[in-house]
Nanobody, 114 residues
Framework: QVQLKESGGGLVQAGGSLRLFCAAS????????MGWYRQAPGKQRELVAR???????IYADSVKGRFTITRDNAKNMVYLQMDSLKPEDTAVYYC????????WGQGTQVTVSA
């Protein structure tokens, strides 16, 4: 079973940037679409960015134009570049497949101050 570990979160002021990292302990097959999810307090987990094995990307409207998802299949890594951050981006961020989820990792906290 693949284990996922997210990192790169932190505290940043509005307008700032962060880069998140997702490391998989096993092979993320090219056929696995991967995504970044987030969960804010009191809200359901939502998918904010997804990428196919060959690099096609889709973003939630709330992050479109500000977030960029990429992946490195050789390194079993998925990344999320977050620019122009807003307070409403504050959440715990997770990576996982877009279907047939692996076990969820611990996530990484992103806090954006006004």
């Amino acid at each position: 079973q693949v284990q996922l570990k997210e990192s790169g979160g932190g505290l940043v002021q509005a307008g700032g940037s962060l880069r998140l990292f997702c490391a998989a302990s096993g092979s993320i097959f090219v056929s696995n679409g991967m995504g970044w999810y987030r969960q804010a307090p009191g809200k359901q987990r939502e998918l904010v960015a997804r990428i196919t094995g060959v690099g096609f990307t889709i973003y939630a409207d709330s992050v479109k134009g500000r977030f960029t998802i990429t992946r490195d299949n050789a390194k079993n890594m998925v990344y999320l570049q977050m620019d122009s951050l807003k307070p409403e981006d504050t959440a715990v961020y997770y990576c996982n497949t877009v279907s047939n989820w692996f076990d969820w990792g611990q996530g990484t906290q992103v806090t954006v101050s006004a």
